[in-house]
């Protein structure tokens, strides 16, 4: 199936934007749904956005309107387009494939993760 890879994150200014990808070799990205997930410093991995294989999207309600999830199936990857950052979206992000039931409950092994880091 391949590993996670996320990539994209770096320390930007409050009120700017990065992009996360999500990518893997085989069909783990493109032949599932997938979610991002962060973890904030001293606290434990939450759900951030899903994307559908059809691209339906969700978010948690601390991103909506700020977060864009979006995926690219024949190029294998998965995005996440970040505006509007806010210190407390300073995190390790990654990606991984939700379980159908509980989104907040992943079904692969974790990548390494990309950190975000976002200055007041």
């Known amino acids: 199936q391949g590993h996670l890879v996320e990539s994209g994150g770096g320390l930007v200014q409050a009120g700017g934007s990065l992009r996360l990808s999500c990518t893997a070799s085989g069909s783990i990205v493109s032949g599932n749904a997938i979610a991002w997930y962060r973890q904030l410093p001293g606290k434990q991995r939450e759900f951030v956005a899903r994307?559908?294989?059809?691209?339906?999207?969700n978010y948690a309600d601390s991103v909506i309107d700020r977060f864009t999830i979006s995926r690219n199936n024949a190029e294998k990857v998965v995005f996440l387009q970040m505006n509007s950052l806010k210190p407390e979206d300073t995190a390790v992000y990654f990606c991984?494939?939700?379980?159908?039931?509980?989104?907040?409950?992943?079904?692969?092994?974790w990548g390494q993760g990309t950190q975000v880091t976002v200055s007041s």
């Open positions: 994307i559908s294989r059809d691209g339906s999207a």
């Open positions: 991984n494939v939700p379980s159908p039931q509980n989104w907040g409950r992943p079904l692969a092994p």
